[in-house]
């Protein structure tokens, strides 16, 4: 049997997930992984009080760090982001990220579909400006604060605060305003995507919208070939991230996922590392040999 892209998707997508979540034992006691490997960050988003977390979330460090007196690391993070966008771009998003996997569980279920207007998917990038870079640049003595994960991640709240508060009672008194805040916007972004394929990844995601600024430079690139292509509108109508591949392969909302590949009739569409060179055109059956040749495409013809 045949194993699709989706298919192949989603098994890589699974063992991400097992990976970034190789301490699920400890949602049974709420206690946090604290060895080395949490020195490390996940590429994707998956909060680091999450007790089965064997990762650091890359936003939150990003933020804890960033503009500190920790100058190594708070260059590794920003190397490594920097480094995985330029390998991979939005592909982490695609194969790699826990709450993707989440959201598109979500999205399963069967209700109404709708998709969101194209100006939505600017605001992740005022959620990567506003809330991760710009409340570190303000803070006094140059401590980052981590405003997203405080006030908006929906990751923290469903992977970590709420195992936490389910295994540990001395928590349940420090319950106020601000969990009920972000226990309500969590509960408001899994609805979204119900009824909208990775909401929170297109909208709302500061992580995403770093990628996606790579995804023109990244190695791991999407190639259309337009000798073959037969601009049938498949790959578009197959996308659920509303991506045009003939017409932007290297649009910052395309997490490479395959789809637009493997829907694609005329084996048009590629995905892989590196820059390919576009096939040559199979040569004319004119030779030339007409006095005025005009490259009309027939056959030889005595001159």
């Known amino acids: 049997m045949k194993i699709t892209q989706n298919i192949r998707r989603k098994c890589i997508q699974i063992a ?50 960033m503009g500190s007196f920790q100058f190594d690391f708070s260059f590794y993070v920003v190397g490594f982001l920097m480094a995985v966008g330029v390998v991979l771009g939005r592909f982490v998003c695609g194969f790699l990220c826990p709450f993707g996997l989440i959201q598109e569980l979500f999205h399963r279920l ?3 579909k709708i998709r969101l207007p194209g100006w939505m998917k600017y605001i992740k990038y005022a959620v990567l400006a506003v809330t991760v870079f710009w409340p570190v640049l303000v803070t006094n003595y140059g401590v980052g604060d981590p405003f997203f994960c405080k006030f908006i991640c929906p990751s923290g709240t469903l992977t970590g605060a709420v195992p936490l508060l389910l295994t540990d009672d001395a928590l349940h008194n420090a319950v106020g305003p601000m969990f009920l805040w972000k226990a309500a916007l969590a509960v408001i972004i899994l609805a979204l995507c119900m009824v909208c394929y990775r909401f929170f990844c ?85 030779s030339g040999h007409c006095k005025s040749c005009k490259g009309c495409g027939k056959s030889d013809i005595p001159t």
């Not at 990976?19 to 992984?33: D, E, P, Q, R, V």
């Not at 960050?41 to 804890?64: D, E, F, K, V």
């Not at 509108?233 to 910052?252: A, F, N, R, T």
């Open 16 to 65: 991400a997930f097992g990976l970034s979540n190789a301490h699920a034992g400890n949602l049974l006691t709420g206690k946090l992984y604290t060895g080395p490997w949490k020195n490390f960050c996940n590429p994707g988003l998956h909060c680091y009080s999450c007790p089965a977390a064997s990762t650091a979330c890359p936003i939150g460090a990003l933020q804890t760090v």
């Open 110 to 112: 069967p209700l109404k």
């Open 202 to 286: 297109r909208v709302l995601c500061p992580l995403g919208a770093f990628y996606g600024l790579t995804n023109k430079v990244s190695l791991y690139r999407l190639k259309v070939d337009e000798a073959k292509c037969i601009h049938c509108g498949k790959c578009k109508q197959v996308c659920l991230m509303d991506v045009d591949p003939v017409l932007s392969p290297d649009s910052p909302e395309c997490i490479r996922c395959g789809a637009c590949a493997q829907i694609c009739p005329a084996g048009a569409i590629r995905l892989g590392f590196g820059i390919r060179k576009k096939e040559a055109a199979s040569p004319s059956p004119c």
